[in-house]
C-alpha cells in the first residue's frame, strides 16, 4: 500500500526579506513539509525499513517521533495542556520510533499532521516573547515561543538529515 500523495504539503522555500516571525514559521513549515516529502510514494514496508545495524531508525519511526516532538513542545511547554504521549509507554519510552508490523503511515501522517495543526493554532496565540505555560521537562526551565520555534526548526533538520540517508538506501532517490 503506498501513501496517500494528495497529503503531502508543498515544500515552500522561506523568503528571505522577511521579519523574525514569518522567517521561523516558514522555515518551520518548510522542514515539515521536507519530512513529509521524503515519505512519498514508498510502501508502509518501506518506511519500516531500518537504516543499519545496530540502528532501527525508520522513516516511519521519524514521522511518529516528530508527532511526539510537536505534541511536546506546543502542547505540554507551550500551552501547559497535561497531554498524554502518543506512543511512549512504560515498557519503552522510545515506542515512537520503534514501530511495529501493525503500526501504519496513514496512521502516522494523520497523528503528525494533526499534532502540527495543533500546534499551529497554539503559536498562533503568542507572541514570540511569551514564555509557556509549562516548563522544559528535563530541567524545568520556562521557554519562550522563540526558542521553540528554533528547536523545532533545529529537530526537524537534525532529523531530515536522517531521512535524505535512509531514503537513499531505500530506493536510492537523494535531494529534495
Not at 57 to 62: A, D, F, I, R, V
Not at 91 to 100: I, N, Q
Not at 153 to 176: K, M, P, Q, V, W
Request: glycine share 6%; with cysteine; proline share 3%.
Amino acid at each position: 500500500m503506498t501513501t496517500d500523495h494528495t497529503a503531502v504539503p508543498e515544500r515552500v522555500y522561506p523568503a528571505t526579506t522577511t521579519g523574525e516571525r514569518q522567517a521561523l514559521e516558514q522555515w518551520l513549515e518548510f522542514h515539515r513539509a521536507t519530512l513529509a516529502a521524503k515519505c512519498a510514494d514508498l510502501t508502509d514496508e518501506q518506511l519500516r525499513t531500518a537504516s543499519v545495524p545496530p540502528s532501527d531508525l525508520s522513516l516511519l519511526g521519524l514521522v511518529r517521533h516528530m508527532a511526539e516532538v510537536e505534541r511536546g513542545w506546543f502542547r505540554k511547554v507551550l500551552a501547559g495542556e497535561e497531554a498524554e504521549w502518543l506512543y511512549a509507554d512504560d515498557k519503552d519510552d522510545d515506542r515512537d520510533m520503534h514501530p511495529t508490523g501493525e503500526d501504519t503511515y496513514a496512521e502516522a501522517y494523520a497523528t503528525w499532521q494533526a499534532e502540527i495543526a495543533h500546534a499551529r493554532t497554539l503559536a498562533a496565540g503568542h507572541a514570540l516573547d511569551d514564555l509557556g505555560a509549562g516548563s522544559h521537562h528535563r530541567t524545568g526551565d520556562l521557554i519562550n515561543l522563540r526558542w521553540i520555534y528554533l528547536h523545532m526548526i533545529e529537530e526537524y533538520a537534525r532529523h531530515n538529515g536522517h531521512a535524505d540517508l535512509l531514503r537513499e538506501r531505500i530506493d536510492g532517490s537523494t535531494g529534495a
